[in-house]
């Protein structure tokens, strides 16, 4: 079956960086155009990052360009979410996402916790 997996998340200070990790399986992940999306507490939910099926076209949060990039390995069937400069408004469940065609986003990952706190 479908799964997508993050992990990568945790605690950080301000100004510190992580990478988050997105493992698929269940399907070719090649084929999918893929986000990240994420969940502040006490939030709604806020598109962060979109890739291409290739891994050429990448689209961020206005908000966010400059510091976060998004990857893909197609051969591992990963994707990556680079956060640098971290700060405490990025503080969310950070989900991977798999876009379907016509749909939207119909399979995500259980997410996971970057704090960012001094």
């Known amino acids: 079956e479908v799964q997508l997996v993050e992990s990568g998340g945790g605690l950080v200070q301000p100004g510190d960086n992580l990478r988050l990790s997105c493992a698929a399986s269940?399907?070719?992940?090649?084929?999918?155009?893929m986000s990240w999306v994420r969940q502040a507490p006490g939030k709604g939910l806020e598109w962060v990052s979109s890739?291409?099926?290739?891994?050429?076209?990448?689209y961020y949060a206005d908000s966010l360009k400059g510091r976060f990039s998004v990857s893909r390995d197609n051969a591992k069937a990963t994707l990556y979410l680079q956060m640098n400069s971290l700060k405490p408004e990025d503080t969310a469940v950070y989900y991977c996402?798999?876009?379907?065609?016509?749909?939207?986003?119909?399979?995500w990952g259980q997410g996971t916790q970057v704090t960012v706190s001094s």
């Open positions: 996402a798999r876009w379907e065609p016509g749909i939207g986003y119909g399979f």
């Open positions: 269940g399907f070719t992940f090649g084929s999918y155009d």
């Open positions: 890739i291409s099926r290739g891994g050429y076209t990448t």
